[in-house]
């Protein structure tokens, strides 16, 4: 069993920047990929981002040039960089990894992009 523990959300206006971090613990060692997930009002979750253990990393397209992604395996904590938010980026934002089939998840965080 893995657990996820996110934090960093919060208020921040638009062009500004928030940096979401996200600690696992458990089976820690069977963890490759770890992405973060976000959910909008009204809307399906989607998949942000996702960084593999070697360091390759994935956008969404609307992501792309803003939020970069890291992990540091030794300390097992993926993090977000967001930069250059915008409204639109407003959502609960969720730590996800995959292990043995079994996927989990994170208590979530908000984010909320507004002047």
């Known amino acids: 069993q893995v657990q996820l523990v996110e934090s960093g959300g919060g208020l921040v206006q638009p062009g500004g920047s928030l940096r979401l971090s996200c600690a696992a613990s458990?089976?820690?060692?069977?963890?490759?990929?770890m992405g973060w997930y976000r959910q909008a009002p009204g809307k399906q979750r989607e998949l942000v981002a996702a960084?593999?253990?070697?360091?390759?990393?994935n956008y969404v397209d609307s992501v792309k040039g803003r939020f970069t992604i890291s992990r540091d395996n030794a300390k097992n904590t993926v993090t977000l960089q967001m930069n250059s938010l915008k409204p639109e980026d407003t959502a609960v934002y969720y730590c996800?990894?995959?292990?043995?089939?079994?996927?989990?998840w994170g208590q979530g965080t908000q984010v909320t992009v507004s002047s």
């Open positions: 996800n990894t995959v292990v043995g089939g079994i996927g989990y």
């Open positions: 458990g089976r820690i060692f069977s963890i490759n990929a």
């Open positions: 960084i593999f253990r070697g360091g390759n990393t």
